[in-house]
């Protein structure tokens, strides 16, 4: 299964490896910034504006390790990704902000013993309905 999410991982990135140490954010209405960066890269600060799709990707490795992954990718290039349990915050109070944003498959991730990928918001749909 970890080859999984690391195969989905490399398509996004273009081969960058993955670690089981992931970032933390700080979050607020204008954006999210990390706060503890593995591997020592330095933090970045991302607007939501600048927002182009937000995922929720899962795992058949829970409950003893990470196995629910929230992915969000922005108009930088960047690939922010981090567990649901490292990420103290909750990210999902802010989503409200994307409209559109497709809270019916955040609730089907949760549900999820899989490996699977959701995606819950792009900036290229026109869809309104939350």
Same mark, same amino acid.
């Given at each position: &299964?970890?080859? !999984?999410?690391?195969?989905?991982?490399?398509?996004?990135? *273009?081969?960058?490896?993955?670690?089981?140490?992931?970032?933390?954010?700080?979050?607020?209405?204008? *954006? !999210?910034?990390? +706060?503890?960066?593995?591997?020592?890269? +330095?933090?970045?600060?991302?607007?939501? %504006?600048?927002?182009?799709?937000? *995922?929720? +990707?899962?795992?058949?490795?829970?409950? !003893?390790?990470?196995?629910?992954?929230?992915?969000?990718?922005?108009?930088?290039?960047?690939?922010? &990704?981090? %567990?649901?349990?490292?990420?103290?915050?909750?990210?999902?109070?802010?989503?409200?902000?994307?409209?559109?944003?497709?809270?019916?498959?955040?609730?089907?991730? &949760?549900?999820?013993?899989?490996?699977? +990928? !959701?995606?819950?918001?792009?900036?290229?749909?026109?869809?309104?309905?939350?």
């Amino acid at each position: &299964m970890w080859e !999984f999410l690391k195969r989905w991982f490399e398509l996004l990135r *273009g081969g960058t490896q993955v670690s089981r140490k992931w970032p933390q954010y700080s979050v607020d209405d204008s *954006g !999210f910034t990390e +706060i503890s960066a593995p591997d020592g890269a +330095i933090p970045k600060t991302h607007l939501w %504006s600048d927002v182009l799709h937000v *995922g929720v +990707i899962t795992t058949d490795e829970g409950p !003893f390790f990470d196995d629910v992954f929230f992915v969000i990718k922005t108009r930088t290039g960047d690939l922010c &990704m981090t %567990s649901q349990d490292a990420q103290k915050l909750d990210l999902l109070q802010y989503f409200k902000i994307l409209p559109g944003f497709q809270w019916d498959r955040v609730v089907e991730a &949760m549900g999820s013993a899989d490996n699977a +990928i !959701f995606p819950c918001w792009d900036s290229t749909w026109t869809s309104t309905a939350a």
